[in-house]
């Protein structure tokens, strides 16, 4: 079983953490992937560049599997971020389109209604993120940060992004580079002892949160997740919940919200087999309309919502 680290020479912030790895030692060439995307090894870790749109390249776990008979156990995506702030930022999430309708255009990749496997190391490395950034003076400069579940590839194996943000300064930036490639060496084990965040629901630690509401950048979910033993599924943020106010006199709520939600729990259920699911709402990023709607579906679904002391 191999990790596969996808980076396009498209994107600084793609390209400059990948190539900060690859100077580290150990590595070798590896075979091309059709048409022409380079490949190279180090134990059981691949990376590969190719020059196209990350968030578009579908399907490159299968592409790779299907060229070298290697099976893929996960797939680590390094890309820049982008933000209406400008905040730098080193961010890390899932992936997926969860709430579009079949036949619309995903506008960032992905296919409608889909999300990608959850890539578990996504909690441990977020904390060891930000470990790391504040050792190398990158913090308070950087937030350092979960995002929402947005956007493609399309994968069939376990998936994580790791994003450097947010304009063109911070992608170029050489300290955010290093940093992020040190995650993946340390994090992946590759300059030896134990690889940090593979699951095992054997020990002990098996909460796994669900966000549910709040904005793109999970504050509530953040305060949770920062605690060591929590394991992080897919984080809904509210413009993945679109929600239809009933009229007077109805009682059903339109929107593809149900569809979302159904989405995240069953793919963040079949990434963390044995875990125990705990969905997380933020409260006050709903009205009291939308919180019964959705406490009521999650009943409904056999979704447990977590109680605060779940998640202390």
């Known amino acids: ?28 060439a590896g ?15 691949r990376v590969i560049q190719h020059d196209g749109s990350i968030v578009k390249e579908d399907d490159l776990d299968l592409r790779w599997e299907e060229v070298t008979g290697e099976a893929v156990d996960e797939v680590i995506f390094l890309s820049r971020h982008t933000a209406a702030s400008n905040r730098p ?16 255009s995903p506008p960032h990749g992905g296919r409608p209604g889909w999300a990608a496997l959850v890539n578990p190391r996504i909690g441990p490395w977020l904390r060891l993120l930000k470990k790391m950034a504040e050792a190398h003076n990158l913090v308070p400069e950087f937030e350092i940060t979960l995002e929402g579940t947005h956007h493609g590839p399309i994968t069939s194996k376990p998936t994580m992004f790791l994003e450097i943000g947010s304009t063109e300064e ?26 940090v965040g593979n699951w095992n629901s054997e020990s002990g630690k098996k909460k796994v ?7 793109h950048y999970a504050p509530r979910h953040m305060d949770v997740v920062l605690k060591d033993d929590m394991w992080v599924g897919h984080l809904l943020s509210g413009y993945s919940l679109p ?3 009933p009229k007077p006199g109805e009682n059903h709520i339109g929107g593809t919200w149900r569809q ?45 919502v977590g109680k605060p002391n779940d998640f202390t």
């Open 89 to 104: 930022a080193l961010t890390v999430h899932p992936i997926g389109v969860l709430h579009l309708k079949e036949g619309e």
């Open 1 to 28: 079983m191999v990790t596969l680290i996808v980076a396009t020479t498209s994107d600084p912030a793609s390209i400059n953490p990948a190539t900060a790895l690859l100077a580290m030692p150990g590595w070798t």
């Open 170 to 195: 911070y992608w170029k930036r050489q300290d955010a580079a290093q940093v992020m490639a040190l995650l993946m060496w340390e994090g992946l084990a590759l300059g030896g002892g134990e690889a």
């Open 260 to 304: 979302s939600i159904k989405a995240a729990f069953e793919a963040t259920k079949a990434s963390f087999p044995g875990g125990e699911i705990l969905a997380h709402l933020d409260q006050k990023s709903f009205k009291a309309w939308q919180r019964k709607a959705i406490t009521e579906f999650l009943a409904e679904q056999n979704i447990n």
């Open 31 to 45: 075979p091309i992937l059709p048409p022409d995307i380079k490949s190279f090894t180090n134990q059981q870790t």
């Open 243 to 245: 929600m239809e106010e």
């Open 209 to 215: 949160l669900l966000g549910i509401g709040g904005g």
